[in-house]
């Protein structure tokens, strides 16, 4: 390097060079320092930032009391004090700094200079109190949080080194305005009982504060510091800013106990006391002039304590009278003193929110399968819950609605909507005419009434704008889009809804079909229910030659069904050939299957209670195929079927061409389970094992499956002997064979189960060729409990269980 005070060339250590170079750098970002932590910018745990480091803390070994005076001299305080031990919290930055900053000689912060290091023993930052009697005291923070933007939220202030939240005791308008005015804004209305949540990690700071309502923040006003056992977070205050209607300090009039200043108990003040008005002889002119003389507009007057009962104050007032004219309610006729009157008759206001306030709508619709509906839920005192159909009608529906933005709707009871038992019944009694602009204009009862449980939880269904208004108003709704058979539901009051099975008969049916441009008419409950409709009907009395439901007698109003009683309607499907009487179906095989029949034109099941060997036998003679096993109760026939039982107890002969020859008792039932199944011989010999054992731990044992042309099933284990066991196990090539009853190997519940009792001497050489009890059927004996299994053994090898062997390949949690 040159040097050029002495004019020759000197060389200097490189190392020395980059060291100087980096503590000018250094020297330089000490300027960006923050103190963070603290109940104001005068105090808080030191963050330095760094351009290539970001923001770090300061290790507090080594930091000299003249640092302390440097660091506060440079964010225009007078003097400073350091404290050791992470006194305002670690934090969550990084000890990125070394403690030695500034020297004793230091004077003001270029002088100082960081140094960046790798661990700090303490495992503890550094932090500064400023102090300057030129400063002005800083207010107590505050902060409002989890509202939609900065204009709203849950109100903290910083009290004792940590954030905290205010009790809402006595929290009105007048402090909002104040909270508010001290964020920026012009003023602002309170919403107790924590609107914006709870938060139960922060303590609970203030008892009550006070406030005028023309300071101009928070600790000008008169706050009582500590916690009192009539809080809690439940009672969390909350503040919308920006408001402007924001009252005047000192009125003769206010409202209290409700949302916002737009709503409450009224109470006027006379004779330097505040006291309560009763609401007899109290009409919406009264209200009016109320929410006038508090500068707003509107006013809707509601009865009966609905913002809670004053008790602590007098009653001052009865019998006020007001043309609706006035500016100020002292110019209303008004009697002074309490009279007859009690706090349950303290009268509430409800002024107009003006177009720039967002409303808090204290109800919804959950559980519907739109925002269109769902059982009813109201906000009230911290909670949520649901509210007693007692009382509540169409009317009061229509007010939900318009509250929510809607137009139109109806009431009705749902169980199955949500899981809405996990609330309170809260509202019992709601009485509307309609008109009222919220739920909250209606009367009500804030409890339970005798009789209400979640079983009568009301639920809204709101007309639904997306939704026109069809010409048919009847429709069938079928999982496999039929349109000649599923579940009936009508359109009514803008909804579709289903229709109550009581009183619901053939000629209602008929009704259903001509009105889809339809024959016949059948009543069913096949395609089962559902949870996300009303039950607009019930009780329809049809005389079987209206045009339309539209034009039957029925009850539409009243309704005291369920959705499991929803009515199916089956109408003939012209495609179907009379020709055609059976067929088996549902297991894509031309041998074995659902047997289903067709009676007039509708397809329907058989119930398997006496269905027997010789009616399959029929069956099969039928289809054009030999053989004839019964069997029943596979979950595939029971799932993929949703046509009707339409025949039980068939009796046959065994001789008959057809099936209709037999007899049969005719019926229109809902779906069952136990649908009758039929398994005939395949036209070619299908080759492979005709049994086989399943779910054992080796090949020798296991569930009994048998193979009838191509198609498996379980069998019965009633009746089934060790004769039959025998010939199974001589069939797999065992010499012999035990029978293992009731599902020791697991439930074959896929398959059909066959019905008819093997009847083998031990001689056959497989249990096809065993003939069948005649005298027993164990349709109604038998389920997949009873699935047969059998543990076949040898001579010549040990063929005991053996345990199952550890696997090659297995599957283990991490």
């Known amino acids: 390097l040159c040097c050029l005070e002495c004019g020759t060339v000197q060389t200097v250590n490189m190392t020395k060079i980059y060291l100087l170079l980096l503590l000018i750098l250094l020297i330089e970002a000490i300027e960006n320092i923050r103190l963070i ?18 923001w770090g803390t300061v290790c507090d070994e080594k930091f000299s009391k003249q640092a302390a005076n440097v660091i ?37 912060i270029n002088d100082c200079s960081v140094n960046s290091i790798s661990s700090c023993s303490s495992n503890s930052v550094i932090s500064v109190i400023c102090t300057s009697e030129e400063l002005k005291t800083p207010p107590i923070p505050i902060r409002v949080v989890d509202g939609r933007d900065e204009t709203n939220g849950r109100v903290e202030i910083f009290h004792n080194h940590q954030w905290g939240t205010i009790c809402g005791n006595d929290f009105s308008y007048l402090e909002a305005a104040v909270v508010c005015r001290q964020l920026g804004f012009s003023g602002g209305f309170s919403v107790r009982e924590a609107p914006f949540g709870e938060n139960p990690y922060l303590p609970i700071h203030t008892a009550s504060v006070t406030c005028t309502g023309i300071e101009n923040r928070l600790d000008e006003c008169q706050i009582n510091y500590g916690y009192t056992s009539s809080c809690d977070h439940a009672m969390d205050v909350g503040v919308f800013c920006s408001d402007p209607y924001v009252p005047k300090p000192h009125q003769t009039v206010r409202l209290i106990g409700g949302n916002s200043i737009f709503s409450g108990r009224v109470e006027i003040y006379k004779d330097g006391v505040w006291g309560t008005v009763c609401g007899d002889y109290w009409t919406n002119k009264n209200a009016e002039v109320v929410c006038r003389q508090l500068g707003m507009e509107g006013g809707v007057v509601a009865l009966g304590g609905m913002h809670g009962e004053g008790i602590k104050l007098p009653i001052i007032a009865d019998n006020v009278f007001c043309q609706g004219n006035e500016e100020r309610l002292e110019e209303c006729s008004i009697t002074l003193g309490q009279g007859d009157c009690s706090h349950k008759r303290d009268v509430s206001v409800y002024c107009d929110l003006p177009d720039s306030i967002e409303p808090e709508i204290p109800l919804r619709l959950a559980g519907g399968e739109n925002k269109y509906s769902g059982h009813l839920e109201v906000f009230r005192s911290t909670r949520w819950g649901t509210v007693c159909d007692a009382g509540f009608d169409n009317a009061a529906a229509r007010v939900v609605c318009k509250q929510l933005g809607f137009t139109g709707g109806i009431a009705k009871r749902m169980e199955s909507f949500t899981e809405h038992h996990r609330f309170p019944i809260l509202l019992s009694n709601v009485t509307c005419s309609g008109n009222e602009v919220s739920l909250d ?54 909804i579709w809804g289903t229709v109550c099975s009581v009183e619901f008969d053939a000629l209602d049916a008929e009704v259903v079909c001509r009105e889809l441009g339809l024959t016949g008419g059948r009543v069913s409950s096949s395609w089962g229910e559902t949870s996300q409709k009303a039950i607009l009907a019930t009780n329809l009395e049809c005389t079987g ?28 499907d012209p495609s179907i050939s009379v020709d055609e009487h059976i067929r088996l179906t549902g297991w894509n095989s031309s041998s074995h299957g659902r047997l289903e029949i067709n009676n007039l034109g509708y397809w329907g099941t058989i119930y398997s209670d006496g269905f027997n060997a010789q009616s399959a036998a029929v069956v099969c003679r039928e289809a054009g195929l030999v053989g004839g096993i019964p069997a029943c109760c596979a979950s595939e026939d029971t799932v993929n079927s949703r046509a009707p039982v339409i025949a039980t107890q068939v009796e046959c002969f065994g001789d008959e061409d057809t099936l209709l020859e037999c007899t049969m008792d005719y019926q229109y039932l809902r779906p069952a389970s136990r649908n ?53 196990c001589k069939q797999l090539g065992y010499t012999g064979g035990e029978v293992k009853c009731c599902g020791q190997y697991g439930q074959g519940l896929s398959l059909p189960l066959i019905t008819q009792a093997y009847n083998c001497n ?34 010549e090898d040990d063929t005991s269980p053996q345990p199952i062997p550890e696997p090659a390949v297995r599957l283990s949690s991490v």
């Open 676 to 728: 009758v199944h039929v398994f005939c011989e395949s036209e070619v010999p299908i080759p492979g094992p005709s049994v086989r054992l399943i779910a054992g731990a080796r090949e020798n044992e296991g569930r009994l499956e048998v193979r009838n042309g191509d198609g498996w099933a379980t069998v019965c284990d009633h009746h089934f002997t060790e004769k039959n066991a025998q010939v199974v």
């Open 441 to 494: 204009y209606c009367k009500s009862q804030a409890y339970p009434s005798p009789g209400c449980s979640h079983s009568t939880d009301v639920s809204i269904f709101c007309n639904n704008p997306a939704i026109e208004t069809p010409t048919i108003k009847t429709r069938l709704i079928s999982d496999d889009e039929s349109t000649y058979s599923g579940r009936l539901e009508i359109f009514r009051n803008g």
């Open 72 to 108: 506060c001299q440079s964010i225009g305080a007078t003097t400073g004090k350091a404290l050791c031990c992470s006194n305002f919290g670690r934090g969550r930055l990084d000890i990125l700094y070394d403690g030695e900053i500034c020297s004793d000689s230091a004077e003001d």
């Open 37 to 54: 932590g603290g109940k104001n910018e005068l105090e808080g745990r030191l963050e330095i930032y760094h351009e290539d480091s970001g």
């Open 545 to 572: 030659i209206e045009s339309s439901l539209e034009h039957c007698a029925g009850n539409f109003e009243n309704i005291n069904c369920g959705h499991s009683e929803d009515v199916s309607v089956h109408c003939i």
């Open 762 to 795: 031990g001689n056959e050489s497989s249990i096809q060729s065993c003939e069948f009890l005649k005298t027993e059927t164990l349709e109604l004996q038998c389920d997949h409990k009873s699935d047969v299994a059998i543990v076949c053994s040898s001579d």
